[in-house]
């Protein structure tokens, strides 16, 4: 399998596919929301820091896993040792449990694309819109086919012809896009007091919070403990420098969620007159509050367009991300070709994905936890699994396999300068923050904190 494995034809191939992973609906619809909630430019500084340090040495391990086994998550682990062969399968559970759900997600953005395009922002902005949306005994399913389709087929064309080529090309048009609409965002009338709301630090509102907020918020969006970052360093041509392709990821995912800030809440606090609480997070920032505030606007409609289109692109390239992620896996373990690869995934998306797209309308008399079957296969995946299979990673290259096995691949083509705080961070400060990670992910989900 490994003589015929693909490979990205260059490092900006590779920077842009893994920074396309990385970017995603996190950046989008949670970054602007804990931001504005926790300091403000306090929280933007400690953002950055944990990004350079703790996210550095997460993304650095993962990825040099992956270019010196030459494989997926499920093979690299037991390569180093047969012993410790079960992180590399907890590791894989993360994108199968994760991507049929995306997918759902995904098809939900498909869907305010063509409402927009169709019928404009006032039809999108209508009370009670998203829930007879996703209350729709049929739609929320459709809507996942078509997206789940336009990933595969993207998939199925290969590492270089498909997943290389489409975030090479999706990536500059996201951030083109982004500052479009930030620009935008940050002229309207009244904006001015969201942009200083956004990056003037106000230390009220700083507190342990905080620092878990922006612990789990870099943890979630830097594509980290799904198993894709080991996938796509197994793809990364050997001449190339791990190091400075580290550091371009991150520069391209906070990039992002900075901008993601300044399109969104200069927005909303000119939309409500600068009420904070007209800021809120995930599924209800992005359907129901950014509809009404381009129904407000002028142009409303063509910024909805625009708005919506680049989310599908973030969405669309961390899909990409996670069914190759499976698609690997399955090749590695079970010894398919891609074409077998890609079909079972894509029965695995449509078969798990049919209960989250059913959870909040036809199958919502069931509810496992307590919970729709989409927010419970993002809980056991986001705030269980994830946090664990980084700690148990950290713990096995830290201190079974030693970090010098790391530190000589990454100086093949590098200086490796952060090595001493790499060595630091992965065997001592990672797996507290990960531990806390786990614990405040785990309440929060329960609702027993607010975070």
Not at 264 to 277: H, L
Not at 296 to 317: P, R
Request: aromatic content about 12%.
């Amino acid at each position: 399998m490994n003589k015929k494995r693909g490979s990205f034809s260059s490092r900006i191939g590779f920077v842009l596919a893994a920074a396309g992973s990385a970017v995603g609906l996190g950046n989008l619809w949670r970054f602007p929301y804990l931001a504005a909630k926790y300091g403000g430019g306090t929280f933007l500084l400690i953002y950055i820091i944990l990004a350079v340090t703790f996210g550095y040495s997460l993304m650095t391990a993962e990825i040099t896993l992956g270019r010196s086994t030459r494989l997926s998550a499920v093979g690299a682990y037991d390569k180093l040792n047969k012993k410790f062969h079960f992180i590399g399968l907890l590791t894989c559970l993360v994108p199968i449990i994760i991507v049929p759900y995306y997918g759902v997600i995904g098809g939900w953005i498909v869907k305010y694309m063509v409402v927009f395009v169709k019928d404009g922002a006032a039809t999108a902005a209508a009370d009670n819109y998203f829930n007879n949306f996703i209350t729709n005994p049929w739609q929320p399913f459709f809507f996942l086919v078509v997206f789940i389709t336009i990933t595969a087929v993207i998939v199925s064309m290969g590492v270089k012809g498909g997943v290389e080529r489409a975030s090479t090309l999706m990536m500059p048009l996201l951030i083109v896009l982004s500052i479009i609409i930030a620009v935008y965002s940050v002229t309207r009338p009244g904006a001015l007091e969201g942009v200083k709301y956004y990056f003037i630090p106000h230390l009220s509102d700083v507190s342990p919070n905080t620092l878990l907020g922006a612990m789990g918020q870099m943890f979630y969006s830097m594509s980290l403990a799904m198993g894709i970052m080991v996938t796509y360093g197994s793809y990364m041509p050997e001449g190339e420098d791990i190091e400075k392709s580290v550091g371009q990821i991150e520069l391209f995912d906070t990039g992002v969620a900075l901008l993601a800030g300044l399109m969104i809440i200069p927005a909303v606090f000119a939309f409500s007159g600068g009420d904070r609480d007209a800021l809120n997070a995930g599924p209800g920032l992005m359907f129901v509050t950014m509809p009404k505030v381009f129904a407000s606007m002028q142009l409303g409609t063509l910024i909805g367009i625009v708005f919506f289109v680049l989310v599908f692109f973030a969405a669309l390239t961390s899909c990409i991300s996670l069914y190759e992620t499976v698609v690997s896996i399955l090749g590695d373990r079970f010894h398919m070709n891609r074409r077998t690869a890609c079909i079972v995934t894509y029965i695995i998306c449509i078969g798990l994905g049919l209960l989250s797209a059913m959870g909040y309308g036809a199958l919502s008399g069931i509810q496992p936890l307590g919970m729709a079957f989409l927010d419970f296969f993002d809980f056991i995946s986001n705030s269980v699994l994830m946090p664990i299979v980084a700690l148990l990673s950290c713990l096995f290259l830290g201190w079974v396999v030693g970090l010098d096995y790391i530190s000589k691949e990454v100086k093949k083509n590098s200086a490796f300068k952060r090595e001493p705080m790499f060595r630091v961070m992965i065997r001592w400060i990672a797996p507290i923050f990960l531990v806390a990670i786990l614990i405040s992910s785990v309440l929060s989900a329960m609702g027993i904190i607010s975070i």
